[in-house]
């Protein structure tokens, strides 16, 4: 088995820094980092020491990492990841990503203080998930796809319910549509994109790149969003937030101005968390089956933990929610 020596001869460093590097401490470069992780990686180099000593025994428990625990969407998925876990006879812990190499959520990953992982956290570095995973330590991502065998990705039909999103407001009359985005670097926001442009080629509509703006997946970050095209003079037809946090947020944008809903602009949402039924008016939106995402997750979890061969992927569908939002 490949030692933390090993990996400091490949990458050409000390072996102090390589032990930096691998745990997070200390100041290593980041060329120096990426040198590290890539020889750890090309090594199959699993830590020892404390981690090892944790995973003697099972700790019968499992570890949820969110990017934020506080989340409205969130409810659903932990609600099914839960449900599975206890019926297991095992706890949960969720935690969140925040906090970057020092978090929480980056040391049960490090130093496998549990019996595996249900991660949707996009700021959860590839390099860690890839080093952590093995056949003691299954991890379920929700929010990328990685190449490795201990790893199982379940997805959710993101480009197709996009499509379905903007769709509704092409047949709903609507030509000029601008998109909300999530984080730059978020898979499912920019998958959420990729159908929201494959809508607008299929219907021979203008792309618009002024109608794009980012509001970061919050409620603040859709508001800040919606006053930057209110700002441009010329509105678009409608508008797809990425995400219902957004879009609640962009009705009060648009109320602040005077601009109704949907009689001067239609919105459409994505998720459908329990708040866009009670938003005014309720919002359209794009269902995700939430529930369904956690409890598949820890049962995935569970039969790899029993050594069982399970499928490495999985993609879920999604649903389009009228209600009042759209004209």
Known sequence: MPTI?????????????ASYALNGKGKVSASTLER???????????????????????????ALILSDLSGPYYSELIKGVQEVTTSNGYGLIACSSIGGEESTANKFLREKRVDGAVVL???????????????????????????????????VNNEDGAMKATEHLIERGHNTIAFVAGPNDSHDSNLRFNGYMKALEKNNLTYY????????????????????????????EAIFYANDEMAIGGLQALKEKAIKVPEDISIIGYDDIQLAEYAYPPLTTIRQPKYEIGALSAHMIFQMLSGEEVEKEYMLETELILRESVK
């Open 5 to 17: 020596k090993d990996v400091a001869k490949k990458a050409g460093v000390a072996v102090s820094t």
């Open 121 to 155: 956290a996009h700021n959860i570095d590839d390099d860690l998930l890839n080093l952590s995973a093995n056949q003691d330590f299954p991890i379920v991502v929700l929010d990328r796809n990685l190449a490795n065998d201990n790893i199982i990705h379940v997805e």
């Open 209 to 236: 790149s002024r109608f794009k703006v980012t509001g970061d997946f919050t409620r603040d970050g859709g508001y800040r969003a919606t006053r930057m095209l209110i700002a441009q003079q010329t509105l678009p």
């Open 36 to 62: 590290v992780r890539k020889a750890a990686l090309e090594l199959n180099y699993q830590k020892n020491g404390f981690a090892s000593d944790l995973k003697s025994t099972r700790t019968n428990t499992i």
